[in-house]
T-cell receptor
Framework: DAMVIQNPRYQVTQFGKPVTLSCSQT?????MYWYQQKSSQAPKLLFH???????NEADTPDNFQSRRPNTSFCFLDIRSPGLGDAAMYLC????????????????FGPGTRLTVL | AQKVTQAQTEISVVEKEDVTLDCVYE???????LFWYKQPPSGELVFLIR??????QNEISGRYSWNFQKSTSSFNFTITASQVVDSAVYFC????????????FGQGTILTVHP
């Protein structure tokens, strides 16, 4: 089945130790998103890639970076995690405009729960 | 700016009761899309429905139904004969007017269905 995969499902890191979260998709979608979701809150968009074009949300801290080496993979790098970065990180994908199909239905992965000690 | 408001933070019902989750949205876009997602305890956001701004027909899918009222900017979600497996957080979301699918989420409604 086509899907969005996130690894690992659970990640524990130490305060200030860089960490990378991984997302892959078999849907061949143009757009990939990273969301941060803290407990009892709505998902908050950090940034997205439209093909190779990177789009950062205005309020995303510089501590968060992303890479998309190819269509299938996208990585979230947290350079110096703080206690406040503990959260669920959700990856999502959607088709691009002009594909002839609804472009903004997002398909989500299962998430990576990050704990910062 | 876009905004989505889900009036109920938490709802608790007993199995087989009907339950309605409210969603009100604000947007200046003339073309937009509304969504409902379910987030079970496992954490994954599961897509339930998409409705575009041109289509005000209500929709029914099994025990789920959605009522889109453009005049009141509402997109409410009803579960008929609720079941314990319906227990989850439900998010209403709004998208549109951009070249990609950025969504604005409501704060979510925690639904607990007791046996």
């Amino acid at each position: 089945d086509a899907m969005v995969i996130q690894n690992p499902r659970y990640q524990v890191t130490q305060f200030g130790k860089p960490v990378t979260l991984s997302c892959s998709q078999t849907l061949n979608h143009n757009v990939m998103y990273w969301y941060q979701q803290k407990s009892s809150q709505a998902p908050k968009l950090l940034f997205h890639y439209y093909d190779k074009d990177f789009n950062n949300e205005a309020d995303t801290p510089d501590n968060f970076q992303s890479r998309r080496p190819n269509t299938s993979f996208c990585f979230l790098d947290i350079r110096s995690p703080g206690l406040g970065d503990a959260a669920m990180y959700l990856c999502a994908t959607s088709r691009g405009r002009g594909t002839g199909r609804p472009y903004n239905e997002q398909f989500f992965g299962p998430g990576t729960r990050l704990t910062v000690l | 700016a876009q905004k989505v408001t889900q009036a109920q933070t938490e709802i608790s019902v007993v199995e087989k009761e009907d339950v309605t989750l409210d969603c009100v949205y604000e947007t200046r876009d003339t073309t937009y899309y509304l969504f409902w997602y379910k987030q079970p305890p496992s954490g994954e956001l599961v897509f339930l429905i998409r409705r575009n701004s041109f289509d005000e027909q209500n929709e029914i899918s099994g025990r789920y139904s959605w009522n889109f009222q453009k005049s009141t900017s509402s997109f409410n979600f009803t579960i008929t004969a609720s079941q314990v497996v319906d227990s989850a957080v439900y998010f209403c979301a709004l998208g549109g007017g951009t070249s990609y699918g950025k969504l604005t989420f409501g704060q979510g409604t925690i639904l607990t269905v007791h046996p």
